[in-house]
């Protein structure tokens, strides 16, 4: 059982490292702005693909519960692969629309059923507790491949703006043989009639009945959104900043590196501050990047962004193990994938408001206005978390626990 789940971490990787190694991320704005694109119309566009997320997400994850999470896999890294392939011939909004909604798709199926895969797979082996630190280095090595990336994709847009896209297309594929030969480990299935009624029950015993869920929930996707709204506003920054194109194939891969650095040793920061002390520095610092990134000159501007990205390195290991831990095996791909809706829908509905924003007053005060309102989210439901933690729930094996492990 060792060896099997050796195996999946190792496929895993791989289909992580197809998303990650993201050659067109870089150039993205440009390649937009070339195609006649403004600042609203990138968040626009990300807003929709955020929002084909949201349709799927849930159903995605609940599919991944029923029919295994190998399936679901299998279906998200073909949809990336022709999302990418449809985008090197796609020219405009609409087009490029269409592949957003396709590439959205695709990552609803991946997403929930990879973390529940790998919790799985270690559980099976006896290892569940290796989860924070092996999905630590898991992010880590995708932001990795996000650093190596960003230069990669900057000197292979020197020939042009789309030609990223074309080895972009070639990276998504490769997921799809990672996929194919995962092994679904032995977990305990969800009893009864499977039916989409059975979503809905998974979502009201997570937001409702199961108040650590919905606590650790509504906090990882506060932060989730914060981090995501933010990965989105670095080229509109640096191009708002006058930064040269080769620049941005440096700093991007810094930024992610130092996530990354720091994403390997994200359960030893929770070791040291503890539970409670994480979340408050999850839920100040966060929101302090944007605000900083709003207020001071270039330079300051720059520091704070790159503390913001060591600060995202901890976050999201820790909150996903925050809800992995408390999640019954059964349905964690489905609550999983409740969190991801969470943050893609709240990122739908604020990351156009920001774009217009960045676009109409300018893109300090788009910053400005987001870092207060992550702050007060972030520090809200950090509180209601950390008083939610102190009282027993049910755990995975029906047993009562602390929520957060507080």
Not at 145 to 150: D, I, K, Q
Not at 158 to 166: C, G, I, K
Request: aromatic letters at 12%.
């Amino acid at each position: 059982m060792f060896q099997a789940a050796q195996s999946n971490i190792f496929r895993l990787y791989i289909i992580k490292l197809s998303k990650w190694l993201m050659l067109t991320m870089p150039i993205l704005f440009l390649f937009y702005k070339e195609n006649g694109l403004s600042t609203q119309d990138l968040f626009l566009l990300k807003a929709v693909y955020s929002f084909s997320i949201v349709v799927l997400e849930v159903p995605s994850g609940y599919l991944g519960d029923v029919w295994g999470r190998k399936a679901s896999l299998v279906l998200g890294s073909i949809l990336g692969f022709v999302g990418f392939a449809l985008y090197c011939v796609s020219t405009g909004f609409w087009t490029f629309l269409a592949c957003e909604i396709i590439l959205g798709a695709g990552q609803s199926f991946i997403s929930g059923s990879d973390s529940a895969l790998l919790y799985d797979s270690l559980q099976a082996a006896n290892k569940e507790k290796d989860y924070l630190k092996t999905e630590g280095r898991m992010i880590s090595a995708g932001n990795f491949a996000e650093a190596v990336a960003a230069p990669l994709g900057v000197l292979i847009a020197m020939a042009s703006l789309r030609t990223p896209f074309f080895f972009q297309a070639v990276v998504a594929f490769a997921a799809v043989p990672a996929a194919l030969t995962l092994v679904e480990p032995a977990r305990r299935k969800m009893k009864g009639h499977t039916s989409f009624r059975q979503i809905f029950g998974i979502i009201r015993f997570a937001m409702k009945e199961h108040k650590g869920l919905q606590a650790a929930i509504l906090y990882s996707s506060v932060m989730g959104t914060a981090t995501l709204t933010m990965a989105w506003f670095v080229q509109p920054y640096f191009v708002h900043l006058a930064l040269p194109l080769a620049l941005f194939g440096i700093l991007i891969p810094l930024l992610n590196l130092i996530t990354g650095f720091v994403g390997i040793h994200a359960y030893r920061v929770e070791q040291r501050l503890g539970r409670k002390g994480t979340i408050l520095f999850i839920a100040a610092c966060i929101p302090a990047g944007y605000l900083c990134m709003g207020l001071f000159g270039p330079l300051a501007g720059l520091a704070f962004l790159f503390l913001f990205y060591a600060v995202r390195g901890v976050a999201t290991p820790v909150l996903r193990n925050q809800i992995n831990e408390i999640t019954p095996s059964d349905i964690r791909a489905t609550v999983l994938s409740v969190r991801s809706l969470i943050i893609r829908l709240a990122f739908a509905l604020l990351g156009p408001v920001l774009g217009w924003q960045a676009d109409r007053v300018g893109l300090p005060s788009a910053l400005l206005g987001g870092g207060l309102v992550f702050l007060a989210a972030g520090l809200g439901t950090g509180l209601f978390l950390i008083r939610v933690s102190k009282e027993p729930m049910p755990g995975p094996d029906g047993t009562e626990q602390r929520a957060s492990g507080l």
